[in-house]
């Protein structure tokens, strides 16, 4: 059976010879690894269109023991990625959550969406990084079945408070009066308002927030915390994007 659908290569592997292996955010077929005929020839069509971040159409069969993608139709390939080596780690960082969350064998193209999205905006300088990462990291949680309960305190139903307390292993939202000893993130209701707002919003207006500067930081700190206590597992392009920032 063959395969034409969009995607965006989120994964480069080292093979030996002329094919290249990489792993694609399909829309229609999610996650899959495929072999690129020929991609490692030099002045080979494909080689362009299977690099990492490249947005493109591609035609893929499943060959004896693998996928196999002949063609490729380049859209996009974010190359102002490559001139800014944070915004490169974040980049990285933003395809690896792809890598662990998106689907395999089914529809992703809300995964698919909200990626391309992040990529551009970050190449473009629309929103700051650290905004970009947060929706990255709690929109795809939310995609993938980790949406958290933001909608009022878990304890009173109380659905606003001066500051609120979330807890990153529970995924529930407590006010000053019901927060006792489970684990908690402090959070101003700004930063709670942003959180509903990247959790619940459409699609379409999903980056059309904003926060005071000091914020982002506490945003994304708690969006991170959240994700890596969901997940129990370390990213390892979110190590290095820390380490250079
Ligand atoms: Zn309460």
């Keep these: 059976m063959r395969m034409n659908t969009e995607g965006l290569i989120i994964k480069e592997h080292k093979t030996n010879g002329d094919d290249r292996l990489v792993t694609v955010l399909t829309k229609d077929y999610g996650v899959l690894r495929a072999f690129v005929r020929g991609a490692q020839r030099l002045k080979s069509r494909t080689q362009c269109g299977s690099q990492m971040f490249s947005y493109a159409d591609f035609s893929i069969y499943r060959g004896k023991d693998a996928y196999v993608i002949d063609e490729i139709q380049t859209k996009e390939i974010f190359f102002d990625l490559r001139n800014d080596i944070g915004k490169l780690a974040l980049a990285q960082y933003f395809c690896e959550l792809q890598y662990e969350l998106a689907p395999q064998e089914s529809d992703a193209a809300d995964f698919l969406r909200l990626t391309l999205n992040c990529l551009y905006m970050l190449s473009k300088n629309k929103r700051p990084e650290l ?106 392009t979110l190590d290095f994007y820390k380490s250079i920032t």
């Design 131 to 236: 905004q970009l990462k947060a929706i990255a990291e709690l929109r795809t949680l939310s995609l993938a079945g980790y949406m958290p309960d933001l909608v009022a305190c878990d304890g009173c139903g109380k659905f606003e408070d001066d500051v609120m307390y979330f807890g990153t292993y529970d995924g529930h939202l407590y006010c000053s009066e019901c927060v006792d000893d489970v684990p908690c993130e402090e959070l101003p209701l700004s930063v709670v308002t942003a959180m509903r707002y990247i959790c619940y919003s459409q699609p379409e207006k999903l980056f059309s927030f904003t926060l005071g500067e000091e914020n982002y930081p506490i945003l994304s700190d708690v969006c991170e915390k959240y994700l890596l206590n969901q997940t129990n597992r370390k990213y390892k």
